[in-house]
């Protein structure tokens, strides 16, 4: 009888310890979205900078997205061609009247001739960031939101990886008055290669909070959304933003304040009003060469992912990004 009261004794301890185990909070993972790819390595938007981003065990890679002429969606950060790429070389007599070269402008095939380069002033021909990857060296090309998407998935297949696309569409208004309706044109596109819904693993993002709210109500679309901010005035729509998307990406500096005269950093409530809300918060954009008031990049991401407690950074480094996380 001793031994079976013993035995019985040491169950309970045991289904108690196991319960408690379960009861535990499991520390949120923080996700890191490829800004452009691994952009501080290589020129932005390229394929190029999109695998290497992919080898760097990152969350998500994302793609900007402007219309060809030809309605053919294009992985390129603006509506204009001139800092990234050897349009007034190739094509000197295609700008608008503002001297600007636009990708509306352009088929597809056109497109595909230009070179990419690293980001650069179109006036002094000088690098945006002079210590990244050297302008007009190797050969980079633009490409297509499904040739992209066909790389990453191509890279799922053969790797067993499940990163995701974090597609962002620019400029929607400029679309609709040159007569394109660009969220319908790339929702049809991201349907087609098979992210529909929330649980498939793609994040849709726009500053536009009119056309993204469309998506959702309009074009009913079930994905994921995020409502990129940048203006202080647009932290005070948190409410209106949560009755159509999943998540806010604010500018980090939004959130960062500065320091206080005691050295701590000063946050702002953007973070916590956004979590009350069920709204998460993907910030950007983190750049290991940009780092302001910050002794190092270290220091920058700790304040904002531990601190100030958001939910995953857009970032130019993401391998340095995925680093601190598995290290914390």
Known sequence: MFRFLVCVFFFIVLSCNTNETKTMPIKEKKIVVAHRGASGYLPEHS????????????????????????NIPIIVHDIHLETVTDVAIQFPNRNRADGRYYVIDFTFEELTQLNVSERFNPTTKEAVYPKR????????????LQ????????LNKSTGKNIGIYPEIKEPLFHQKEGKDISKIVLE??????????????????????????IRTELKSELFLVQLIEFEEEESKLEAFAKYADGIGPWYKQIIKGKNEDGTW??????????????KVHSYTFRADELGNF????????VALYQANIDGVFTDFPDKVADFINKN
Request: proline share 1%; aromatic share 8%.
């Open 189 to 214: 596109v991201l349907s087609n290669y098979g992210y529909k819904t929330k649980n498939d693993n793609c994040i849709l993002q726009c500053f536009d909070a009119v056309e993204l709210k469309r």
């Open 295 to 302: 002794e190092n990049f270290e220091e920058l991401l700790n």
């Open 266 to 279: 000063q946050l702002s409530n953007l973070v916590t009003e956004a979590h009350e809300l069920n709204l």
């Open 147 to 154: 040739q992209e998407i066909e790389l990453i998935q191509g």
């Open 133 to 144: 990857f050297p302008l007009n060296k190797s050969t980079f090309k633009l490409h297509s």
């Open 47 to 70: 394929l190029e900078s999109k695998a290497m981003a992919y080898a760097m065990n990152i969350d998500f890679i994302e793609q900007d997205i402007v219309l060809s002429k030809d």
